[in-house]
């Protein structure tokens, strides 16, 4: 026969053991994710915030930019700007800063997944992209000051951009001069209009 004197002592300290067990737990979690939040950059908060997300973004020239995010790729991000036709293009490297909102902010600590392609798809792919369209584009410098025309081709690590006239097509006598502009300049890309681009 058992001796019952015992059990409210056992009870307790398996009581014990347990909330001893789950603080721990707690503490590993809590560790783990901190260490995880610690090794996002800003591209995967901007990846796993999402398509349409609203974002302020501060450049690096000074400028300020509100955006719906459309796409990011491996070193650049896509939105429509509020009241601008057309998409811009950051280079993330020329991002000072951003303010996401609330929801949007808690969303970009979370878990992600992307489309490893475009993972891939550098600031270069969507500058060959404009030029195969020979697309009129606005850049905007990392030093102030913008450019604009027509990309003509882009290179591993810079643009030429054949100067002309608005509205004038890229090509002989129109073309004032063409400027080369390395990819480490550049802050930003606007477009004149959204298919300029494809899918992005």
């Not at 509020?82 to 000072?96: C, H, K, T, Y």
């Amino acid at each position: 026969m058992s001796d019952t004197r015992w059990d409210p002592l056992f009870e307790d300290l398996e009581q014990q053991f347990t909330a001893e067990r789950e603080a721990r737990h707690g503490q590993l979690s809590a560790e783990t994710e901190r260490v995880r939040v610690s090794r996002l950059s800003l591209r995967d908060r901007l990846v796993a915030v999402g398509s349409g997300a609203r974002v302020v973004v501060d450049d690096c020239a000074g400028g300020t930019h509100r955006l719906s995010v459309e796409a990011v790729g491996a070193d650049w991000m896509a939105g429509a700007e509020e009241g601008v036709p057309g998409l811009l293009v950051l280079r993330l490297g020329a991002i000072d800063g951003l303010v996401f909102e609330a929801d949007d902010r808690r969303r970009s600590l979370g878990e992600h997944t992307e489309d490893p392609l475009r993972a891939r798809m550098g600031i270069g792919f969507v500058l060959r992209a404009l030029a195969r369209r020979r697309a009129a584009v606005t850049l905007g410098l990392l030093r102030g000051g913008r450019v604009a025309g027509t990309p003509t081709c882009a290179g591993a690590d810079h643009v030429d951009i054949a100067i002309h006239d608005a509205g004038a097509a890229p090509r002989g006598s129109d073309v004032d001069r063409v400027r080369t502009i390395t990819f480490g300049a550049i802050s930003w890309v606007r477009t004149t209009s959204r298919r300029d681009v494809g899918t992005l």
